[in-house]
């Protein structure tokens, strides 16, 4: 019997991982909300009652979650956040950037990347402050965007 071909058996770890904001490589350490939905709207056949017809009519995605410990001012990333989302709202406010998130291999190669297209931050939030807990305090940033694009390898 031969022994199974590693490729087929190496399942990636959730814990390996980079992101790069326009190409340029910022660590957190947490990535989530990488999700789209179709949104659809129910069609009754023309006479006939006891069918339902779905038919998509745009797509819905979810906010990217990106978190990390707090940076002091100057971090890039961190600029980037806070000119967006304290300065007057204007027509040119918002300062649109790439996002790409991607799931790397044990050589640190990308086995996925998933491409976050016109991306701008929503919401930043610091995470609670307790005397009673030993923990570093956790920067959580949502960020928007208009579509993203999955690239294997």
């Not at 069609?43 to 002091?72: A, M």
């Not at 050589?107 to 609670?128: C, D, M, Q």
Request: glycine share 6%; with cysteine.
């Amino acid at each position: 019997m031969s022994s199974p071909d590693l490729n087929e058996w190496s399942i990636p770890v959730a814990f390996h991982f980079g992101v790069k904001v326009d190409g340029t490589m910022t660590s957190f350490s947490e990535v989530s909300g990488i999700e789209c939905s179709l949104d659809i709207s129910p069609v009754q056949s023309g006479g006939d009652n006891s069918h339902c017809y779905f038919i998509p009519t745009s797509r819905t995605f979810s906010p990217l979650v990106l978190k990390r410990g707090f940076c002091k001012n100057g971090d890039p990333f961190f600029e980037w956040c806070k000119r967006i989302l304290t300065v007057e709202l204007s027509k040119n406010c918002i300062d649109l950037k790439d996002i790409e998130v991607m799931l790397l291999d044990e050589n640190s190669s990308p086995l996925t990347t998933w491409r976050f297209k016109h991306a701008y931050p929503v919401k930043w939030e610091i995470g609670k402050f307790d005397s009673m807990e030993n923990k570093l305090v956790i920067e959580t940033v949502n960020i928007k965007y208009t579509s993203f694009d999955l690239v294997q390898g």
